[in-house]
């Protein structure tokens, strides 16, 4: 018979007391039958817990009555969330211990402590637990694992050199960003330069500095790289061409203030000789400052590339800036003679009105006297010309053209410019001065025609006259002129000389609201398009303007400049407006010069101009316009024909007086809104020979000249050859043709090679 044995187990008892489902009793339940335990569960105490080997309250108070009653073989163990109790402790009972948890949970390993604790024979009756947030924990570990996802997904080797290779490059063109913020406050100092504004300057020049060297100096710790690498030319001359400017802009406000300060001195009388050497003084650092700007100047116009259309005009403006300050600086080296010093200098000025054009730029209604001494302007007076030649007590006999189309018997001051040359109405002015009212001992002389008057104007803004009680500006300028020259005329009447007056007096004492600079270019354009014209006695000075084309003089057309073979020719032709009317405001003038060179090396040339009459009746101030065209000519040229409008010309002047040119005058007449052509044929005296050889033409523009459309047409036979040029014309087969406009002196040459 077989035995069989069964082990019988002491399973005890215990029991959980909690009104509170928690989530950790579960696990706690799970736990405790680790220990054989038989679990039971209540939301209330019972009535008798002596059966019990183990009770756990959670959060309950048991009272002291309970506990006498219980026998020591029931441990019992209080567990309270967040809360400190231990005043059951007082109570001598030995089976009694207490567990303080402070935290939203319990996981395993706080199980793990709070059974060891409760069924440990220890004498320790207090336990005090710290458990972490199960949301805070998750939290935490959610961060941790996302931390350790996006490392362990950033830190791989591709991505790793994608990063480090994209922040060297980011360090490498870091230094575009100040440089950009740069180029912004560069734009704003040009564009208020341009409009004249100089409020804000300072305060943008001082940004523009902060922003270029931060450039700089960011370019230059990278800048090894962009050599190792020979790409290093183009941020090298953008980033120096940036320092240059800002370097140019302090240069050019410093100048600017000096500048003012020079016109203050220069207006201010009784100057003694402290302020005398002080205004020299600022004069000789502004030719430094202009020494400075042009370096800078320069080195800018090399580092902007050539053939890139945004920067055209960039570079047309610093050729054009570059070109003044050349001028600018030469001229202040004559500032002893120019400013009078230890001398009075008496300067002439003419007023030429050239919408009455006249040879030497206009009808001349009225003149003044500029005195300048010791660097002060001392005076300046207004004469209308009536008042002088109203003197002229003999006979002077006019040039045949105005005896015979303005029917004056007498020569005049009024009419003295009837010659293309400046100097040569110059003396002839002198001379009738002298006669008229004994006027003498001019150092120099200066023609301002109306166009340069309104150029000036334009510089300087609205003027108001109080003594007349007008704003006067370049557009009205013209008309409120004629209303006071022409308005109750007669010969003796002031009132023309009395606003010319005013308003050169409102100039001067507005002078420090002026704008140097708007006031210089003005100037410049009005001397460089022949709307005012300068001659000075002094020989060294005039020499630096007749090398600009700023004295209205005749050019030797001779060939000076070239060792090969040069054959020149020349052009001048110029208007009389003998019609005693201002119809020249209402006329367009045109001219289209062909030039056909055989095979044998012949030179024929046809000159075409076209009039046309814009006026719009035969009344005053337009009308018909009787001119009397003169045209200078190449010494020996031959003269075929001249026509007007296919009509053969017969009668017509013709000059050979002169050292080197032929003139030829005739007069015509244009009648209001028609239309002529003139038509000139000439040939040269002049061959092209073998071999290489310059063709050279001088196309003079006559004082006081609205800016006329220029054609050139050459034609060159199959055996003669375009070589080389200095203009940009189009070519079409044997035929090169260029238009420009005559706004200035030209002067052309084609170097040609004849088999």
Same mark, same amino acid.
């Given at each position: 018979?077989?035995?069989?044995? #069964?082990?019988?187990?002491?399973?005890?008892?215990?029991?959980?007391?909690?009104?509170?489902?928690?989530?950790?009793?579960?696990?706690?339940? #799970?736990?405790?039958?680790?220990?054989?335990?038989?679990?039971?569960?209540?939301?209330?105490?019972?009535?008798?817990?002596?059966?019990?080997?183990?009770?756990?309250?959670?959060?309950?108070?048991?009272?002291?009555?309970?506990?006498? #009653?219980?026998?020591?073989?029931?441990?019992?163990?209080?567990?309270?969330?967040?809360?400190?109790?231990?005043?059951?402790?007082?109570?001598?009972?030995?089976?009694?211990?207490?567990?303080?948890?402070?935290?939203?949970?319990?996981?395993?390993?706080?199980?793990?402590?709070?059974?060891?604790?409760?069924?440990?024979?220890?004498?320790?009756?207090?336990?005090?637990?710290?458990?972490?947030?199960?949301?805070?924990?998750?939290?935490?570990?959610?961060?941790?694992?996302?931390?350790?996802?996006?490392?362990?997904?950033?830190?791989?080797?591709?991505?790793?050199?994608?990063?480090?290779?994209?922040?060297?490059?980011?360090?490498?063109?870091?230094?575009?960003?100040?440089?950009?913020?740069?180029?912004?406050?560069?734009?704003?100092?040009?564009?208020?330069?341009?409009?004249?504004?100089?409020?804000?300057?300072?305060?943008?020049?001082?940004?523009?500095?902060?922003?270029?060297?931060?450039?700089?100096?960011?370019?230059?710790?990278?800048?090894?790289?962009?050599?190792?690498?020979?790409?290093?030319?183009?941020?090298?001359?953008?980033?120096?061409?940036?320092?240059?400017?800002?370097?140019?802009?302090?240069?050019?406000?410093?100048?600017?203030?000096?500048?003012?300060?020079?016109?203050?001195?220069?207006?201010?009388?009784?100057?003694?000789?402290?302020?005398?050497?002080?205004?020299?003084?600022?004069?000789?650092?502004?030719?430094?400052?202009?020494?400075?700007?042009?370096?800078?100047?320069?080195?800018?116009?090399?580092?902007?590339?050539?053939?890139?259309?945004?920067?055209?005009?960039?570079?047309?403006?610093?050729?054009?800036?570059?070109?003044?300050?050349?001028?600018?600086?030469?001229?202040?080296?004559?500032?002893?003679?120019?400013?009078?010093?230890?001398?009075?200098?008496?300067?002439?000025?003419?007023?030429?009105?050239?919408?009455?054009?006249?040879?030497?730029?206009?009808?001349?209604?009225?003149?003044?006297?500029?005195?300048?001494?010791?660097?002060?302007?001392?005076?300046?007076?207004?004469?209308?010309?009536?008042?002088?030649?109203?003197?002229?007590?003999?006979?002077?006999?006019?040039?045949?053209?105005?005896?015979?189309?303005?029917?004056?018997?007498?020569?005049?001051?009024?009419?003295?410019?009837?010659?293309?040359?400046?100097?040569?109405?110059?003396?002839?002015?002198?001379?009738?001065?002298?006669?008229?009212?004994?006027?003498?001992?001019?150092?120099?002389?200066?023609?301002?025609?109306?166009?340069?008057?309104?150029?000036?104007?334009?510089?300087?803004?609205?003027?108001?006259?109080?003594?007349?009680?007008?704003?006067?500006?370049?557009?009205?300028?013209?008309?409120?002129?004629?209303?006071?020259?022409?308005?109750?005329?007669?010969?003796?009447?002031?009132?023309?000389?009395?606003?010319?007056?005013?308003?050169?007096?409102?100039?001067?004492?507005?002078?420090?609201?002026?704008?140097?600079?708007?006031?210089?270019?003005?100037?410049?354009?009005?001397?460089?398009?022949?709307?005012?014209?300068?001659?000075?006695?002094?020989?060294?000075?005039?020499?630096?303007?007749?090398?600009?084309?700023?004295?209205?003089?005749?050019?030797?057309?001779?060939?000076?400049?070239?060792?090969?073979?040069?054959?020149?020719?020349?052009?001048?032709?110029?208007?009389?407006?003998?019609?005693?009317?201002?119809?020249?405001?209402?006329?367009?003038?045109?001219?289209?010069?062909?030039?056909?060179?055989?095979?044998?090396?012949?030179?024929?040339?046809?000159?075409?101009?076209?009039?046309?009459?814009?006026?719009?009746?035969?009344?005053?101030?337009?009308?018909?316009?009787?001119?009397?065209?003169?045209?200078?000519?190449?010494?020996?040229?031959?003269?075929?024909?001249?026509?007007?409008?296919?009509?053969?010309?017969?009668?017509?002047?013709?000059?050979?007086?002169?050292?080197?040119?032929?003139?030829?005058?005739?007069?015509?007449?244009?009648?209001?809104?028609?239309?002529?052509?003139?038509?000139?044929?000439?040939?040269?005296?002049?061959?092209?020979?073998?071999?290489?050889?310059?063709?050279?033409?001088?196309?003079?523009?006559?004082?006081?000249?609205?800016?006329?459309?220029?054609?050139?047409?050459?034609?060159?036979?199959?055996?003669?050859?375009?070589?080389?040029?200095?203009?940009?014309?189009?070519?079409?087969?044997?035929?090169?043709?260029?238009?420009?406009?005559?706004?200035?002196?030209?002067?052309?040459?084609?170097?040609?090679?004849?088999?």
């Amino acid at each position: 018979m077989m035995l069989k044995t #069964e082990i019988v187990l002491d399973r005890q008892k215990i029991l959980i007391v909690t009104k509170k489902n928690y989530p950790f009793i579960t696990l706690f339940k #799970e736990y405790l039958k680790k220990y054989e335990g038989e679990v039971y569960l209540s939301p209330i105490i019972p009535k008798s817990i002596k059966q019990f080997n183990c009770c756990f309250f959670i959060n309950e108070d048991i009272n002291s009555i309970l506990i006498k #009653e219980l026998s020591e073989k029931t441990k019992l163990i209080f567990i309270f969330f967040n809360q400190d109790k231990n005043t059951i402790l007082n109570q001598k009972v030995s089976n009694i211990k207490i567990i303080n948890i402070h935290g939203d949970a319990i996981n395993s390993t706080d199980i793990d402590k709070i059974l060891w604790f409760s069924f440990s024979s220890s004498k320790e009756k207090y336990l005090k637990l710290h458990t972490i947030s199960p949301k805070k924990n998750l939290i935490k570990n959610e961060r941790i694992l996302t931390s350790k996802k996006i490392l362990t997904k950033f830190f791989k080797p591709k991505r790793l050199v994608i990063f480090f290779t994209t922040l060297l490059i980011f360090f490498h063109i870091m230094f575009i960003f100040p440089f950009a913020i740069s180029v912004f406050f560069t734009h704003q100092i040009f564009s208020n330069i341009k409009k004249g504004d100089f409020k804000n300057i300072n305060y943008l020049l001082a940004k523009n500095q902060k922003f270029s060297h931060l450039t700089y100096n960011l370019y230059q710790i990278v800048r090894p790289t962009y050599l190792f690498f020979s790409i290093a030319i183009f941020p090298d001359n953008t980033v120096d061409a940036l320092v240059k400017t800002h370097k140019v802009f302090e240069k050019g406000y410093e100048s600017y203030l000096n500048v003012k300060e020079i016109e203050k001195l220069f207006l201010k009388k009784n100057k003694n000789d402290e302020e005398k050497k002080y205004l020299s003084l600022r004069i000789k650092k502004l030719k430094e400052a202009i020494n400075s700007l042009q370096d800078n100047l320069n080195s800018i116009n090399q580092k902007i590339p050539l053939g890139i259309p945004f920067f055209k005009e960039e570079k047309n403006l610093l050729i054009i800036a570059n070109d003044s300050l050349i001028k600018l600086e030469k001229l202040l080296d004559y500032h002893d003679k120019i400013f009078g010093k230890n001398k009075l200098s008496k300067y002439l000025v003419f007023f030429a009105n050239n919408r009455e054009l006249r040879p030497g730029g206009g009808f001349l209604g009225s003149f003044g006297i500029l005195e300048i001494k010791n660097y002060t302007l001392e005076n300046i007076k207004i004469y209308d010309v009536y008042d002088a030649d109203g003197q002229l007590k003999v006979h002077i006999e006019p040039p045949e053209p105005i005896r015979k189309y303005l029917k004056i018997p007498h020569w005049f001051l009024r009419d003295s410019n009837f010659s293309p040359d400046f100097f040569e109405n110059y003396q002839q002015a002198k001379f009738f001065l002298e006669k008229e009212m004994n006027l003498k001992d001019f150092d120099g002389a200066i023609l301002l025609t109306t166009s340069a008057v309104e150029k000036i104007l334009d510089a300087i803004g609205t003027i108001y006259l109080p003594d007349f009680n007008e704003n006067i500006n370049r557009d009205n300028f013209y008309l409120k002129t004629q209303l006071y020259s022409e308005k109750n005329f007669f010969p003796g009447s002031i009132q023309k000389k009395n606003f010319l007056s005013s308003l050169t007096r409102q100039i001067i004492i507005n002078a420090d609201q002026i704008s140097p600079i708007s006031l210089f270019r003005a100037i410049k354009k009005s001397l460089d398009e022949k709307q005012m014209v300068v001659y000075f006695e002094n020989e060294s000075l005039q020499k630096f303007f007749d090398s600009w084309h700023w004295s209205g003089r005749l050019i030797n057309p001779l060939c000076q400049n070239f060792t090969t073979n040069c054959l020149p020719d020349y052009l001048f032709f110029y208007d009389a407006n003998v019609g005693i009317n201002k119809a020249n405001y209402y006329i367009n003038r045109m001219a289209t010069l062909k030039i056909r060179i055989d095979k044998d090396g012949d030179v024929f040339n046809n000159l075409t101009i076209q009039y046309k009459n814009d006026s719009p009746s035969e009344v005053f101030p337009g009308g018909i316009y009787r001119n009397y065209l003169q045209i200078l000519l190449p010494k020996n040229a031959v003269l075929k024909t001249i026509t007007k409008d296919g009509v053969l010309i017969n009668q017509f002047d013709e000059d050979s007086g002169f050292d080197f040119l032929k003139k030829i005058g005739f007069f015509f007449e244009v009648p209001p809104k028609k239309i002529v052509l003139i038509k000139i044929d000439y040939q040269l005296p002049y061959k092209i020979k073998s071999g290489k050889q310059i063709y050279q033409l001088i196309v003079q523009k006559q004082i006081g000249s609205f800016n006329n459309d220029l054609i050139l047409e050459f034609t060159l036979p199959s055996n003669i050859s375009l070589i080389n040029k200095n203009f940009i014309p189009l070519v079409n087969g044997e035929n090169i043709i260029y238009n420009t406009n005559l706004d200035t002196d030209k002067i052309f040459f084609l170097e040609l090679n004849k088999n």
